[in-house]
C-alpha cells in the first residue's frame, strides 16, 4: 500500500500507539490501515451419499475440482455467504445444516469456513465460475485433482463421520512448510 485510501496520501509503516504491529499509517489523516484475513464461505452440499462438487473455470486451479465456496461479500454472514456461492457456481438450493469445518491459512491470511448443507433438489448447473458440477460418492472424488488442500481435508473428514453416523464440528491449521514445500495438516478439533 502507497496511498491512503480515505485522503489519497502517502503512508508509511510503522507501529501505531497502543499496537505491536507494523501497520500502514497515513501521517496526513492518522487513518491507520489494517489488513486481515479474509473469510471463505462454503458448503459440503448433500445428496443421499454424495456431494456437490465443481469443475473450476476460473483461475486459481482452473480445471480442478472443489466444493462451492468463495470469499464473503461485505454485509453478508457466513452462512448467507456459503448459500451465495452453492448458488452462484452450481446453481444449486442448499439448506444449511451446520457449520461443519474451519480451516486457518495463516501463510496466506485466509479463513475457510465450511457448512454442511442439504441439497433442496437435484436441479443443478455449472455456474460462471465452474466448468461442470456433478454429485460424487467418495470413490468418485478424483482426489489427485481436488484443487484446495482445504477441500480435500474438509471431504476426508466429511466421508470419515459420514462413516460412523456422527458428524462434528472441526477446526484445522493448515501450515506451509518452510524447507521441504507441501503443507502441513494440524487438526485442532
Known amino acids: 500500500m502507497n496511498y491512503c485510501s480515505v485522503c489519497g496520501e502517502q503512508v508509511r ?12 499509517i497515513c501521517d496526513h489523516c492518522g487513518t491507520v490501515h489494517y ?20 469443475r473450476r473455470a476460473i483461475e486459481p486451479r482452473y480445471g480442478k475440482w472443489t466444493v462451492p465456496a468463495g470469499f464473503m461479500e461485505n454485509g453478508e454472514t457466513t452462512y448467507e455467504g456459503a448459500i451465495r456461492e452453492t448458488l452462484e457456481e452450481a446453481n444449486a438450493r442448499v439448506a444449511i445444516d451446520d457449520l461443519y469445518v474451519t480451516v486457518n491459512l495463516p501463510h496466506i491470511n485466509q479463513v475457510y469456513m465450511l457448512f454442511r448443507g442439504r441439497l433442496l433438489d437435484l436441479d443443478f448447473s455449472p455456474g460462471d465460475e465452474s466448468l ?30 459420514r462413516r460412523i ?25
Not at 13 to 24: E, L, S
Request: with cysteine.
Open 13 to 24: 509503516v510503522g507501529v501505531p500507539d497502543g499496537d505491536n504491529r507494523p501497520r500502514h
Open 35 to 54: 489488513h486481515n484475513p479474509k473469510v471463505v464461505a462454503g458448503c459440503i452440499a448433500h445428496w443421499e451419499d454424495q456431494v456437490l462438487m465443481c
Open 165 to 189: 453416523g456422527a458428524f462434528g464440528v472441526h477446526m484445522l491449521d493448515i501450515v506451509r512448510r518452510q524447507m521441504a514445500g507441501g503443507y502441513q495438516v494440524r487438526q485442532i478439533s
Open 132 to 161: 461442470e458440477t456433478e454429485l460424487m460418492s467418495e470413490e468418485r472424488i478424483p482426489w489427485a485433482e481436488v484443487a484446495f488442500p482445504t477441500v480435500g481435508e474438509a471431504l476426508k473428514l466429511y466421508f470419515a463421520d
